[in-house]
């Protein structure tokens, strides 16, 4: 099972203008490395929570349906919405499971996916990927433009305190070659919005 990408966010937690303001850099002789380090604290903050902070389509691929009934966790909430349910068929081809069978579940922690009573899933071929869920996830107020605006602040804090250590400190997130983790001073910040799987 795994997460990927199908069209990426069209904006950042943070902006690289607050980041420059953060590291107290002037002008914009510094934009390439700050844009480098602003992507990989976006990158490993969303890893560390488990969550999509700016509106993205994401697309789960499963091996196949669950066999006994079990909801299926709609990974890196926060859902916006889900666009559909796919499998391939005995006959390599893919289809779309009829919206009727099933409900999501948008309000728990982890959105999930279930059956509808009386439903079940089809049959998909036996292969790896045959199964696959397509949503956009993100923090997204309507009506609110850009999203960014949406972000808990503290998480958007906690990509700006990171990006401001690995630019003072770059050499600190290696350690005989092997990179390091969020600081533990930004895990303790953004531990409360933390995803925890098997909620259902």
Same mark, same amino acid.
């Given at each position: 099972?795994?997460? *990927?990408? +199908? +069209?990426? &966010?069209?904006?950042?937690?943070?902006?690289?203008?607050?980041?420059?303001?953060? #590291?107290?850099? !002037?002008?914009?002789?510094? =934009?390439? @490395?700050?844009?480098?380090?602003?992507?990989?604290?976006?990158?490993?903050?969303?890893?560390?929570?488990? /969550?999509?902070?700016? =509106?993205?389509?994401?697309?789960?691929?499963?091996?196949?349906?669950? %066999?006994?009934?079990?909801? @299926?966790?709609?990974?890196?909430? &926060?859902? @916006? %919405?889900?666009?559909? +349910?796919?499998?391939?068929?005995?006959?390599?081809?893919?289809?779309?499971?009829?919206?009727?069978?099933?409900?999501? =579940?948008?309000?728990?922690?982890?959105?999930?996916?279930?059956?509808?009573?009386?439903?079940?899933? &089809?049959?998909? /071929?036996?292969?790896?990927?045959?199964?696959?869920? /397509?949503?956009?996830?993100?923090?997204?107020?309507?009506? #609110?433009?850009?999203?960014?605006?949406? #972000?808990?602040?503290?998480?958007?804090?906690? @990509?700006? +305190?990171?990006? !401001? =250590?690995?630019?003072? $400190?770059?050499?600190?997130?290696?350690?005989?070659?092997? *990179?390091?983790?969020? &600081?533990?001073?930004?895990?303790?910040?953004?531990?409360?919005?933390?995803? $925890?799987?098997?909620?259902?």
């Amino acid at each position: 099972m795994g997460v *990927t990408v +199908v +069209v990426a &966010p069209a904006d950042t937690p943070v902006s690289l203008a607050a980041a420059r303001q953060h #590291v107290r850099v !002037g002008g914009t002789s510094r =934009d390439d @490395i700050l844009t480098i380090y602003l992507a990989a604290a976006t990158d490993a903050v969303e890893r560390w929570l488990g /969550r999509a902070l700016i =509106d993205q389509t994401l697309d789960l691929v499963l091996d196949a349906f669950p %066999e006994d009934g079990k909801a @299926i966790e709609l990974l890196r909430p &926060p859902l @916006i %919405e889900l666009l559909g +349910v796919f499998y391939v068929d005995g006959g390599g081809v893919e289809q779309e499971v009829d919206a009727a069978a099933y409900v999501v =579940d948008a309000s728990a922690a982890v959105p999930r996916l279930s059956l509808n009573s009386g439903q079940s899933w &089809p049959t998909a /071929r036996a292969a790896a990927g045959s199964v696959r869920i /397509r949503y956009r996830a993100g923090y997204l107020d309507v009506g #609110v433009s850009p999203p960014a605006a949406s #972000v808990p602040p503290s998480i958007k804090a906690g @990509i700006l +305190v990171f990006v !401001g =250590d690995l630019y003072a $400190n770059p050499e600190s997130y290696t350690d005989g070659g092997a *990179t390091k983790e969020l &600081p533990g001073f930004v895990e303790r910040w953004l531990r409360p919005f933390r995803v $925890n799987l098997g909620m259902a």
